[in-house]
Every structure is written in structure tokens, then in C-alpha cells.
């Protein structure tokens, strides 16, 4: 099955930011916590949920840009890799 890829977990923003040793500032991550899916089957436009396994945030259409820039404005130097896509459903 080529181009399959299995995505597991439900991360929390506090959870996603110890396991990839980021802090968000309390603005985003009030904002974060606003539109994040705990459901992976349901991710709306303006939403987004975080795999544990691999690590990787799935984005809305609308919100992808806004999250990228968001998370580009941080020092990442110190971060472990994670994962970030838009959602294309």
C-alpha cells in the first residue's frame, strides 16, 4: 500500500509541547486550545489535532497558514521534529 500511513494518539497542547520541548505563550496557547479537534475523524477548516505517534499536527485549510506562522515565530532550535500538514479532506 504505497503512500499509506498510520497515525496514532491524541496529543494535548501541554503534552505535545513537553514531548517536543516547545513553550507556548499563554495568547497561543489559549488560541490553540480553542481550535484544536480531540477527534481525528473530524477535523474542521478551522481546527486542527495532534498525533502522538508519529508526532504531527493535522491542520484545517483555513487555519494551516495562521498555525505555520504562529509556530515559525518560535526559537525551534531546542524542539525534537514533529510533523505539520494541512488536512486535504
Same mark, same amino acid.
Given at each position: ?25 499563554? /495568547? ?40 505555520? +506562522? ?7 532550535? +531546542?524542539? /525534537? ?6 488536512? +486535504?479532506?
Amino acid at each position: 500500500m504505497e503512500g499509506t500511513s498510520i497515525l496514532l494518539g491524541n496529543l494535548t497542547i501541554s503534552a505535545f509541547e513537553e514531548k517536543v520541548n516547545l513553550k507556548f505563550n499563554e /495568547k497561543d496557547k489559549k488560541w490553540l486550545e480553542e481550535h484544536r479537534q480531540s477527534s481525528a475523524n473530524n477535523i474542521g477548516d478551522s481546527e486542527f489535532h495532534i498525533f502522538d505517534m508519529p508526532t504531527r499536527i493535522l491542520c484545517g485549510k483555513d487555519i494551516y497558514d495562521e498555525m505555520l +506562522n504562529m509556530i515559525s515565530s518560535y526559537d525551534l532550535r +531546542n524542539v /525534537k521534529q514533529f510533523g505539520f500538514q494541512k488536512n +486535504n479532506k
